[in-house]
């Protein structure tokens, strides 16, 4: 019995730390399918419009004016031009929380939903290319022939990307931090059809598409020479396409996921209006220079799984965005006049073809020139972990949630609200413990009040008396009645004045006077009374 109460309060020393484990209680998000969850998408956009312009004739730079040769010009509003400049400026981060979306609790999520989108894509066109030497001036007669961008009669080596001329050329055996002539570091070119990329020439729903080409120089510029530096081309596009998104509002920051499904136009939209329709798909530009032409929505078959058949755009949402997105790029800086060619009246253009615009580092500085400034964006991208295909990606981002807030009787897609709920979770495994120690006690109190019972030991349970009584001295022990209850000691105690004294044989024990209450003593006297009378 006693190796059992042992073991028991070593168990009972586990039972709170496990018992407090039974019990938690934690805070779960539930959410429930509401229309105050909302989140936008586009399945036609049409926010644009072509009016008569005379006077933005005039203000046009000269290369643009087969804009609006027909008194006809697209304007998008002014939402979308802010989400041009933003995508170009912003992180992806901060671009990102721009979409509206409606979430009173700040979490919210959605199933998968399907919108009209804008789509970004980056291809490597470093390889192949051509290259060629050059000397003279910029005004003699091959100069329009080639791209050989002349600068004082010095040798000069180019080189040029043969599927679009793209090309940049500088002096020979001159170090980029060192000379008296400035030094092309970064040239791109613009185009908005795609027979004139390099690598977007199957699409059909290309919006505009800028080939950058730069020198690789290292930190200082100093041991980057002309023309041993290596350089890198890159041609990034713009397109219309059909995203999946999975949107959700966590604490009321908006995550997306996103993921292209579709980006070939429907054969038979995008027709002029009147005309017989086109047997097949021709791959051509989207942006007609005369924009009296009337065409129909331009249409992009959505998978099968969305929740419209496909979406669309009108001519005007074509032609705004791709002639502001372009102007983005190409906003005239190449026709201003050289610099260090006035007196000859050479501009940018003239000095290097087929480019529209370039990084310069000016002489004897680490500065650069920037025609037109976005290329300043471009040229401190490329030494970023996203390089220039962030940026590209970030307005393509930038114009999506645009789309997709402006859209056509601003539609959305409900979804699910979560509310925080408090819930108690029983973990039944750490009751074991607990309860086995309940039961192993209670069989632990059953047999220890059988044992008592059996061998009709007294209940003294945790009382001193017992053991006072017991260290009595001999001769007060037989002035008194043996008692077994520790009510009666108790009460018999009452009247006992005792003392410690040594006794030689029992070693110090109590000794006194016993002083027996008369309640006692007569009960003591009844005692005997009865013990003395025959049975």
Excluded at 173 to 178: G, H, K, M, R
Excluded at 486 to 504: H, P, T
Aim: proline share 4%; charged share 15%; glycine share 6%.
């Amino acid at each position: 019995m006693a190796a059992i109460g042992c073991w028991l309060a070593i168990l009972s020393l586990l039972f709170d730390p496990f018992a407090q484990q039974i019990i938690s209680y934690e805070q779960e998000m539930v959410f429930t399918k509401t229309e105050e969850a909302r989140v936008p998408f586009a399945s036609r956009w049409s926010a644009a419009q072509t009016q008569l312009s005379f006077i933005g004739l005039l203000q046009q730079p000269v290369q643009a004016w087969g804009d609006v040769l027909s008194g006809l010009k697209t304007h998008i509003n002014f939402t979308t031009q802010a989400a041009i400049a933003s995508g170009i400026s912003d992180t992806s981060s901060e671009i990102s929380q721009h979409l509206s979306v409606e979430c009173s609790s700040g979490n919210c999520r959605w199933a998968p939903y399907s919108s009209l989108a804008v789509c970004s894509a980056c291809n490597d066109v470093s390889q192949p290319f051509v290259s060629g030497n050059a000397s003279g001036w910029p005004d003699q007669a091959s100069w329009f022939q080639d791209p050989k961008g002349v600068v004082g009669g010095a040798n000069i080596t180019w080189f040029k990307l043969p599927g679009n001329g793209l090309n940049m050329n500088n002096p020979n055996n001159y170090a980029f931090s060192n000379g008296s002539t400035e030094r092309i570091t970064m040239s791109g070119q613009v185009n908005r059809d795609p027979n004139k990329s390099i690598s977007f020439t199957n699409s059909s729903t290309l919006l505009f598409s800028m080939a950058v080409m730069w020198a690789d120089l290292d930190k200082d510029y100093t041991y980057s020479n002309w023309p041993t530096t290596n350089f890198t081309a890159r041609e990034c596009g713009l397109y219309l396409c059909v995203k999946e998104f999975q949107s959700s509002v966590v604490n009321g920051t908006l995550n997306e996921m996103a993921r292209e499904t579709a980006s070939t136009r429907d054969a038979s939209s995008y027709q002029v209006v009147g005309s017989p329709p086109q047997p097949s798909l021709k791959i051509e530009s989207l942006y007609d220079s005369n924009a009296s032409v009337t065409r129909s929505d331009l249409r992009i078959q959505a998978p099968n799984n969305a929740q419209f058949k496909n979406v669309s755009i009108s001519q005007a949402g074509v032609r705004g965005l791709i002639w502001y997105v372009k102007h983005a790029f190409d906003d005239g800086s190449m026709w201003a006049k050289v610099p260090d060619l006035e007196t000859r009246t050479i501009t940018w253009s003239q000095l290097m073809p087929n480019i529209t615009g370039l990084v310069r580092l000016i002489p004897g500085t680490q500065t650069f020139q920037y025609l037109p400034d976005v290329m300043q964006v471009l040229w401190t991208a490329k030494n970023t972990d996203s390089g220039i295909d962030g940026v590209f990606s970030n307005l393509a981002s930038s114009l999506t949630n645009n789309i997709r807030t402006t859209s056509d009787g601003n539609a959305a897609f409900s979804g699910e609200e979560g509310t925080s709920v408090t819930f108690v979770r029983v973990r039944w495994l750490w009751i074991i413990l607990p309860g086995a120690t309940v039961l192993l006690a209670a069989a632990f109190l059953a047999l220890t009040i059988w044992q008592t019972r059996s061998s009709k030991t007294p209940t003294w349970k945790s009382g001193t008396m017992a053991i006072l009584f017991h260290g009595l001295s001999s001769g007060l022990k037989r002035s008194l009645p043996r008692y077994q209850l520790q009510s009666e000691m108790e009460k018999v105690a009452l009247g006992i004045n005792v003392r410690l004294m040594d006794e030689s044989k029992d070693g110090i024990v109590l000794d006194g006077t016993a002083l027996i209450h008369e309640e006692v003593q007569s009960d003591e006297i009844e005692k005997n009374k009865h013990s003395d009378e025959p049975t």
